[in-house]
């Protein structure tokens, strides 16, 4: 995910604590045990049935716990992205139907060797790269074993789970189509599949079947845990888009969704600013390599190039890029004015932004890209406009911000600084070229 996988330790952050939805976990599951102590009274069962505490009580204490701590270390080591409330619930939610899944598997009938834990790894890995993927994945199998804790196949239905686990961390790469996902759950399904396979002929290997049947014994749960990997592929490619929302991050796929240059607001910058658009093509193409270069997510930083000025649409002819050689509009006005014009095309492209559901990704960049930058031209030409003596308000020729939050907006901001200085020069020579990137860098 584009978020986890670039973030950078802020010290500046104060210490994160869990969102107040993992403190009303406390009373849910304090009603839970309620709840069933009512129905289940201790001491109650049948001989030879499993006790009330390790029934009931034992798995809520456990899942509360695991849910406590995992939602205090995402909120303190993964910063601002555990820090909303919708995304710690979307967390919550994917790792509580997990464990209903797996809980309910053998009492339905079905196969255990049908629960999807290489699924869960495979989302941890989507959204929050490889260190947290094996991290949350260990607490989800340690959990697992819990749960399976009398189930007789435990041992064969862990092996299997950590074999497609280990499966999607190894051969896990770039996720640009929604056939990779279902290739990987493929790739997953063979490896479960001949994994448990392989254990159950090692546990018999006294036992030589000589009929269809017999290689069923150990061919039935093989076949059972590669149509669950298989499954699994094609249910996360479905579900995709929902744990986008839920999780408020996008995926690879998303960003190439938003890059088709036939998308209805790129269509609409063509049409009405084409001058704006061919500069947002210039800047996604410098703010990629850039990106590239420093070991960032050089598809986002394209991607939000292209919708980075979308807010010009409002009044396209106030921009240098859109004039046209009919003569700037801001001769007849004054400074402030300008100003105000130039400086709002931030805030209007969070409309543009909003109206045609761009993710919050790409929204934020637009807000970003100039950060509280001056506006030099207008400052200037104010001080020279002011009566003598008079002070120039500094902060009346700024960008309202926030300044660039992520490494990817920060360089779309360069990017289209020096893209729109660039076209300032009269002869734009490397060398020439050079140093004014060294001055706008410097400069910020």
């Known amino acids: 995910m584009i978020e986890s996988r670039h973030r950078q330790e802020r010290p500046d952050l104060p210490d994160a604590a869990p969102p107040p939805l993992v403190r009303r976990l406390l009373v849910v599951w304090s009603v839970t045990l309620f709840l069933a102590l009512l129905w289940y009274p201790p001491g109650g069962g049948h001989e030879g049935e499993p006790h009330f505490w390790s029934r009931v009580v034992g798995p809520c204490l456990f899942l509360l716990v695991f849910f406590w701590l995992a939602a205090t270390v995402l909120a303190r080591y993964e910063g601002s992205a555990f820090r909303s409330t919708r995304r710690m619930a979307t967390f919550l939610g994917i790792s509580l139907v997990f464990f209903l899944v797996a809980s309910l598997l053998p009492w339905t009938g079905a196969p255990s060797y049908l629960v999807p834990m290489a699924g869960l790894t495979l989302i941890w890995c989507l959204f929050f790269g490889h260190r947290m993927a094996l991290e949350l994945s260990l607490a989800h199998w340690f959990l697992l074993g819990l749960v399976y804790e009398r189930l007789p196949e435990r041992d064969a239905v862990l092996l299997m789970a950590a074999a497609g686990s280990a499966a999607v961390l190894i051969f896990f790469g770039p996720v640009r189509r929604y056939i990779h996902i279902v290739r990987m759950g493929f790739l997953v399904g063979l490896v479960q599949g001949a994994t448990l396979t392989f254990f159950l002929l090692l546990q018999h290997l006294d036992r030589s079947p000589d009929t269809w049947a017999g290689w069923m014994v150990f061919l039935g749960p093989g076949l059972w845990a590669a149509g669950g990997g298989i499954l699994t592929g094609f249910i996360l490619a479905g579900l995709l888009p929902l744990f986008e929302a839920g999780l408020e991050q996008v995926t690879d796929i998303t960003l190439l969704e938003f890059s088709d240059q036939n998308h209805p607001l790129l269509r609409k910058l063509v049409l009405e600013a084409p001058g704006t658009y061919h500069h947002s093509l210039v800047v996604g193409n410098l703010a990629e390599s850039a990106t590239e270069a420093i070991g960032g997510h050089p598809l986002w930083a394209r991607v939000a190039a292209y919708y980075h000025d979308v807010g010009k649409l409002h009044k396209p002819e106030y921009f240098s890029e859109n004039e046209r050689g009919i003569g700037s509009k801001h001769e007849k006005l004054s400074p402030t004015m ?68 992520t490494r990817e907006s920060a360089v779309v901001f360069l990017a289209d600084s020096v893209e729109a200085a660039s076209r300032t020069l009269g002869e734009p020579t490397p060398k020439r070229l050079q140093n004014l990137i060294h001055e706008i860098v410097a400069a910020f």
């Open 338 to 405: 300008s100003t105000l014009i130039i400086s709002a095309h931030t805030k209007d492209g969070l409309e543009y932004c909003r109206h045609y559901h761009l993710p919050e990704v790409l929204v934020r960049v637009c807000l970003e890209h100039h950060g509280t930058s001056l506006i030099e031209y207008f400052y200037h030409q104010a001080q020279d406009q002011s009566p003598p003596g008079e002070k120039v308000r500094e902060e009346l020729f700024r960008y309202p911000g926030p300044k660039p939050q």
